[in-house]
């Protein structure tokens, strides 16, 4: 089902723009002509999906000479369209997104997710999990980071964080979170890349204190 989707969406991309490169998760995707480039997860949460629980996604996101500058996120079993454009903020379904206002760290809801590679790296994410898990209200582990991140954008969870993602796992989360009024970062507050490993997403209000939990579990 992934390689099937991602070959239907690729097919109706290259015929509505032939000249824009496609970087996708199945395969080698495509070089473009031009300073337009679309990400594509074609199955976020393939697990999920193999396994019948009911939490995946499409994700696709447009860049334009590096920067992403739109983004949109179906869940087809909720029905759930998440979109976002650079500067004109997101929305669901057509209705605007806006972040939590929970304060605190200790009344927050938060998401993680962990490393595909968790049975042989030491960076597996339980150091983090163990910590968040003793100070926030309560945490999930649904399996698909870009779900993960609409449900910050439109206040069901406060933060989230993981690592070891890839672009195409954030390209259009990250837009949406941030076009919700949130704010996206790697673990020591650098300035979000799709091309880094580390991404917290929050609303905002609760960033620091989470960026001081990921900084302390690192010393």
């Given at each position: 089902m992934d390689h099937r989707a991602e070959a239907a969406v690729i097919e109706i991309l290259g015929k509505e723009f032939p000249a824009h490169g496609i970087l996708t998760e199945e395969s080698k995707g495509r070089e473009g002509s031009g300073a337009y480039r679309w990400i594509l997860d074609p199955?976020?949460?393939?697990?999920?999906?193999?396994?019948?629980?009911?939490?995946?996604?499409v994700s696709l996101a447009l860049e334009k000479d590096g920067q992403i500058i739109w983004g949109i996120i179906?869940?087809?079993?909720?029905?759930?369209?998440?979109?976002?454009e650079?500067?004109?903020?997101?929305?669901?379904n057509g209705r605007a997104l806006k972040v939590s206002a929970t304060r605190h760290i200790h009344q927050s809801f938060l998401c993680t997710g962990f490393p595909y590679d968790m049975r042989e790296s030491p960076e597996d994410n339980l150091r983090y999990f163990s910590r968040f898990a003793k100070i926030a209200q309560a945490i999930r582990r649904d399996g698909s980071a870009?779900?993960?991140?609409?449900y910050v954008a439109m206040g069901r969870f406060d933060g989230f964080w993981e690592m070891k993602l890839n672009p195409w796992d954030v390209a259009a989360g990250g837009l949406i979170v941030t076009e919700a009024g949130g704010s996206v970062t790697g673990f020591s507050g650098d300035p979000f890349t799709i091309h880094g490993k580390e991404i917290l997403a929050t609303n905002g209000l609760i960033?620091?204190?989470?960026?001081?939990?990921l900084s302390k579990q690192r010393e």
């Open positions: 199955l976020d949460g393939t697990t999920n999906y193999a396994h019948g629980y009911p939490f995946f996604c179906y869940d087809p079993l909720r029905e759930e369209l998440f979109a976002a650079a500067g004109r903020g997101a929305t669901v870009a779900l993960d991140l609409c960033h620091e204190e989470m960026l001081t939990v």
